[in-house]
């Protein structure tokens, strides 16, 4: 099991991964600068709460290094790795970088600038495993991460703090910690308009807990008065913003106050994901995270973004947690990946005849792959049909849906007409296409994953849903087909069953198609023999939902 760490200066959070499973989560507010003697007892007391084992690998990310505590970030990050080892002495514990990768403590203290407030790159690289193209937004009770993630890969322009203030991928604004006079300079007061008083009077956790949105619970700091966290006392504090108290002000005025101060907050947050999203026009959906995930929720909309919770996919708790489940999750990953490769080199030294068990390592991950065929597309009533099977098929089998290319790919093939493209150029672009097409089945399938490797196709088939590949990511790191229009996506659907060990490929072909040519040149030599293939006319769902079944003749 690998334990995450997100340690923070004002928040500790810890995750523990069993594989691929989130198996528990915590959080405890502890404010580094007053009581920095208690953060080793605090960490044990978390770890223990979390059920970690002597055995268990941590992997670390953190914010800590910018307490006030410390004068400079060095010395922070050399705080939190000593308070980590003091804590676990004989563990295997790595650091999460900003840049994507583990390293010792050693390595950190080398380089601290590489692993400090690196927790938003762990979010940003666990989600793009299962969203390629995406703006992450996490709202923490402090801050606000707005990071785009661009075919898979992590697409911040700033890596430091100050670079990230700089890019809108970082805003100094969050759920519980902001002032209310940082959220904005005036409210409105009756028909007037009032300034705020620079007092430090109320923080945005009155606001949102005044509002509903929040819980008494998670105002996680300590309140500007010195009173409780409480609704009535949140009402207290914002009428002081306006310099009044509630003998002045009546709930409708409080009201009307913490309403201006979220709305603004919620603008503020969005012009930051418009400033992002302006360099990056093909990211239409936003992942919202964090405690402030609320907020998030309604920047993105009115900065004109679809919305996904990462709530839907991990839960509630676990996405409070976002970075400490991420940074666990990639380790435990990276562990996974290192042993498979250590099997795999010393099975091939011990004897040749292990290599058949060696490639079955892995496990099937799906038991069956359909490719749907574009041409499908221009017959709307009978794709749905299709796609409706698919998704009561998901929920019995693991099912890979692998796209066509359809008008994306006939466009490449315009283009080329008469020469003008190079075979490899034509046979990226071809499958780029077919990247398209997948964007619109995971759209349309219900409870779809798009997906674009390995890990996510096991992601999704885990979790029970249909798994959509983008192939473009993994057929351009693998790069073993031909680059040829003999090799079209019934080839890929083949070869890519051939590598998952999948026991069917099912091709879905338009309505009525019929004939020896309904797949390509290089698809006998693509698909393996031990996958069974059966082609289907999208008019015969019984008989798709049969082959799916593997009950169908193949």
């Not at 402030?292 to 309604?298: H, L, Q, S, T």
Request: aromatic content about 4%; hydrophobic content about 50%; overall charge negative.
């Amino acid at each position: 099991m690998v334990i995450g760490w997100d340690i923070g200066g004002v928040n500790t959070k810890v995750a523990r991964v069993d594989g691929d499973a989130i198996a528990a989560v915590r959080v405890r507010a502890f404010e580094l600068q007053h009581a920095p003697q208690a953060m080793v007892a605090l960490l044990r007391q978390l770890a223990d709460e979390v059920g970690a084992a002597p055995e268990d690998r941590h992997a670390v990310t953190m914010t800590a290094e910018l307490s006030q505590l410390f004068r400079t970030k060095r010395e922070g990050v050399a705080f939190v790795l000593d308070a980590v080892a003091a804590a676990f002495p004989s563990a295997d514990v790595r650091l999460f970088t900003v840049d994507g990768r583990f390293v010792t403590g050693d390595e950190a203290r080398a380089d601290p600038l590489k692993v400090g407030a690196a927790n938003w790159s762990a979010t940003a690289h666990q989600v793009a495993r299962h969203r390629p193209n995406a703006i992450l937004v996490d709202i923490g009770t402090t801050t606000t991460d707005v990071i785009p993630i661009v075919a898979g890969e992590v697409a911040a322009r700033g890596w430091t703090d100050p670079e990230r203030l700089a890019s809108g991928e970082l805003v100094y604004t969050g759920a519980v910690r902001t002032p209310a006079d940082v959220m904005a300079a005036s409210v409105p007061i009756g028909t007037a308009t009032a300034s705020l008083s620079a007092e430090g009077f109320a923080l945005a956790g009155d606001v949102h807990l005044w509002r509903g949105a929040l819980a008494e619970a998670d105002y996680s700091c300590a309140t500007p008065d010195g009173r409780p966290a409480t609704r009535l006392h949140a009402g207290e504090r914002l009428a002081r913003v306006v310099c009044g108290d509630r003998e002045m002000l009546d709930d409708e005025d409080i009201s009307t106050i913490a309403d201006a101060l979220a709305h603004t907050q919620v603008s503020s947050v969005a012009r930051a994901i418009r400033r992002v999203a302006a360099r990056h026009p093909s990211l239409g959906t936003a992942v919202v995270t964090g405690l402030g995930a609320f907020i998030a929720e309604a920047a993105a909309r009115e900065a004109g973004l679809g919305v996904e919770p990462l709530s839907a996919a991990i839960g509630d708790a676990a996405a409070r947690c976002a970075p400490a489940v991420s940074v666990a999750l990639l380790r435990e990953r990276e562990i996974r990946h290192q042993v498979e490769q250590n099997f795999v080199r010393r099975s091939s030294a011990a004897s040749p005849a292990l290599s058949h068990e060696t490639r079955l390592f892995r496990g099937r991950l799906v038991d069956v792959v359909v490719k749907i065929g574009g041409g499908v597309l221009a017959h709307s009533g009978f794709l749905d049909r299709v796609l409706a099977t698919l998704t009561g098929a998901a929920r019995q089998r693991r099912v890979l849906v692998v796209p066509g290319g359809g008008p994306f790919a006939d466009a490449v093939r315009g283009v080329d007409r008469g020469g003008r493209l190079s075979d490899s150029a034509a046979h990226w672009m071809a499958i780029l296409a077919m990247d398209q097409y997948a964007h619109l089945l995971a759209d349309r399938i219900a409870n779809a994953m798009l997906v674009t490797d390995r890990d996510g196709i096991a992601d999704a088939t885990t979790s029970g849903r249909a798994a959509v590949l983008a192939p473009f990511q993994w057929l351009r790191g693998s790069d073993r087909l031909p680059h040829s229009w003999e090799v079209t996506s019934d080839s890929i659907a083949a070869w890519i069953a051939g590598e998952l060990h999948a026991a069917r490929l099912v091709l879905v072909k338009p309505p009525g198609a019929v004939g020896s040519d309904l797949v390509d040149a290089y698809f006998p030599r693509a698909l393996p023999a031990s996958v069974a293939f059966e082609i289907v006319s999208a008019e015969r769902v019984d008989r798709l939902a049969l082959a799916l079944r593997g009950e169908a003749a193949v």
